[in-house]
């Protein structure tokens, strides 16, 4: 770490990454900032900081880089807090740093779980036609507490009706070939299984199926 006072012996433009600076010390020691900080703080050529001040521009800097890696994620689509918690973190960020970013995201209303939770069980259910069971499986792997779990999927199966979810399903197939063909009928009935459809919910919405034909 730099000593008790140390004298900038130069400030310069990174190649090809302009917005990053490279600063020098006399003692020989070299850095690399943001542009925005050496701005702020007023990193130039001449100038002196004691090694207490630039921990904290140090600091800073992070927090900026953190920041915008973070804004960058969101840019290209919504994210859950453990989802960018964990990009964050896998491009070796100081956990610290990390948990300052997310909490002021979730403070400005740049990412909200709940929000993120309904968008993401809508695509799944329009592309895919899940069930309940698929699609918890799937929100913990972005959302941590069941309780918002839970409360994203009461909203998102009111909206889209379970019997409707299957008979997307069941109508790609022809009620009476099903009703005469008990290994097409099995198959029908694992293929929901296996989007995630309770047993229930797929005998009630097959038999009224059947009983429209």
Known sequence: MLTKKNKILSVYPKK??????VVEFVDGSVYELSKDIV???SIHVGGTISSLDFEK??????????????LNLLSYRMRSKKELYEKLTNKNIDKAIIAKVVAKFETEGWIDDFQFGIAFSKDHIRRNSIGPIALKYKLKEYIDSDDLIKSVMEKVYKEFCLDGIILSVLKKFNPEEISSNNNLKQRVINKLKRKGHYWQDINESINQYLDRA
């Open 16 to 21: 090809k990454k302009k917005e990053i600076f």
């Open 39 to 41: 701005l702020s703080e």
């Open 57 to 70: 521009v140090l600091e800073k800097h992070a927090y900026h880089q953190a920041q915008s890696a973070g």
